[in-house]
């Protein structure tokens, strides 16, 4: 008896120490924008969005501190964008085309790492044609999508749903 008891430890043991799976989004996550005008689903197109501190400062990635992407550069979104079966990004009509970012569809997005401080920083958005009022939006952490089962898991079941866009309608000026 004592001898199975001891084995049954042994093997549980040995699991626990087992390295976990890793997901490929382990250490990143995603600010995902949905920028439209009121009424409207279509995404505005070409607009400069960036990640403001408190003062309205533009936030530069020092040493990829807050994403693994465009080190020393500023934090800005770019749009998702269609893929073919190779990852290549295509620009013609692709019948096998799917997105860059599954996750999104036609959206502004950007790759940042999990211990992102969302709640410390705002998204501005500023359209150089002049044709919509800039606006400047607060982040929160439940806007960073989850993209691993262990992050996921941790998400509050109540509430806002998680993984969606943020939804900004814009003025024109």
């Not at 709640?119 to 993209?147: G, R, W």
Request: glycine share 2%; aromatic share 12%; with cysteine.
């Amino acid at each position: 008896m004592r001898y199975l008891l001891f084995l049954f430890l042994i093997s549980v043991s040995a699991k626990a120490q087992l390295p976990a799976m890793h997901c490929g989004y382990d250490f990143t996550s995603y600010l995902v924008l949905d920028v439209h005008e009121d009424g409207k689903k279509e995404n505005i197109k070409n607009l400069k969005i960036t990640v403001v501190d408190s003062l309205g400062k533009e936030v530069v990635n020092v040493n990829n501190i807050y994403s693994f992407r465009n080190s020393n550069e500023p934090l800005q979104f770019s749009m998702n964008y269609q893929i073919d079966e190779n990852g290549n990004k295509i620009t013609a009509e692709n019948p096998k085309a799917r997105w860059f970012f599954p996750y999104a569809k036609d959206n502004y997005l950007l790759s940042i790492a999990a211990t992102f401080p969302a709640d410390k920083f705002s998204v501005k958005i500023e359209d150089p044609n002049k044709k919509y009022k800039t606006q400047t939006i607060q982040l929160f952490a439940f806007n960073m999508y989850m993209l691993c089962s262990s992050q996921a898991e941790k998400t509050v079941q109540f509430g806002r749903k998680a993984n969606r866009p943020i939804d900004i309608v814009l003025e024109r000026k």
